[in-house]
């Protein structure tokens, strides 16, 4: 269904003398990969749809610097960091959304140190509490009855203690939600976290996501749902690898939920 998608940015706002009631953090993958592009265009068409009040920073958004940090470069992720604290309070933003756990993570997590206060919340929170304050409401549509297996991103999941939110929007599209033996606070990392999503893997006798994907495929689902870009691409890349494209579909919960209320 195609929607003509309204993105103000907080420059634009500020211009009307508007402050939006939270920013959306786009993140590098929803910006600029394709695929992840998918995730940031269904995000916006849910917030389009339930009149939230929200801006994007655009070109004023720099990366987080969660690759840097994690490779190990401390000084380049504080440079990337206080250039996007010195934007963010600049704006006196108090509430940020982003649809990607590692910018979630840095921002919430590591960006008080350095001098950036704010409330952080993951797209999936926050399409929980757009459900249970009546905004959006969503059928089973689609994906009713069909077989779900979720995998949980690390830096929602085990970093963070976010596990119920997003099989929460799940259940509501009355699914049958099956957990992979590795779930929640046991689960497996795709393979991209610690900035391994950005290098060949070290040699071995499987790639991890390899081993990520066959842990879905044997709850037999028709979908596996992901909640971070990332995660999206490496579970994309193992299912390719099973030659299971055809059979299963890799799909972040906003899109699942965009398209439930498609109908």
């Known amino acids: 269904m195609a929607e003509n998608l309204v993105v103000p940015t907080m420059a634009e706002m500020l211009a009307q003398g508007k402050t939006p009631e939270v920013l959306f953090w786009v993140g590098c993958a929803g910006s600029f990969d394709d695929r992840a592009k998918k995730i940031t265009k269904a995000f916006v068409q849910i917030l389009n749809r339930a009149n939230v009040s929200f801006a994007v920073l655009g070109t004023e958004e720099s990366c987080t610097g969660d690759p840097a940090k994690r490779a190990g470069n401390e ?13 963010l309070n600049g704006y006196e933003v108090k509430k940020i959304v982003t649809a990607c756990p590692h910018c979630f993570n840095t921002i919430k997590n590591e960006y008080p140190s350095l001098g950036g206060n704010y409330e952080v919340v993951h797209h999936t929170q926050f399409l ?20 779900i297996t979720y995998h949980d991103p690390c830096y929602l999941g085990r970093a963070n203690q976010v596990y119920e939110a997003p099989r929460e929007l799940l259940e509501k599209l009355e699914v049958a939600l099956t957990e992979m033996k590795r779930s929640r ?37 028709e979908v ?8 999206n691409t490496m579970m994309t890349d193992g299912v390719k690898n099973k030659e299971k494209e055809g059979q299963i579909q890799v799909l972040d919960v906003a899109e699942m939920i965009a398209q439930a209320q498609d109908l």
């Open 75 to 87: 000084f380049l992720f504080q440079m990337q960091a206080m250039m996007n604290i010195q934007v």
């Open 128 to 147: 929980k509490s757009l459900l249970e304050d009546g905004k959006i409401t969503v059928k089973g549509g689609t994906f009713k009855g069909k077989r």
């Open 185 to 221: 606070a046991n689960g497996l990392c795709c393979g991209a976290g610690g900035a391994q999503m950005f290098k060949e893997p070290e040699a071995g006798n499987k790639d991890i996501n390899i081993e990520r994907t066959e842990d879905a495929l044997e709850t037999q689902p």
């Open 224 to 231: 596996i749902a992901a909640a971070c870009p990332f995660c």
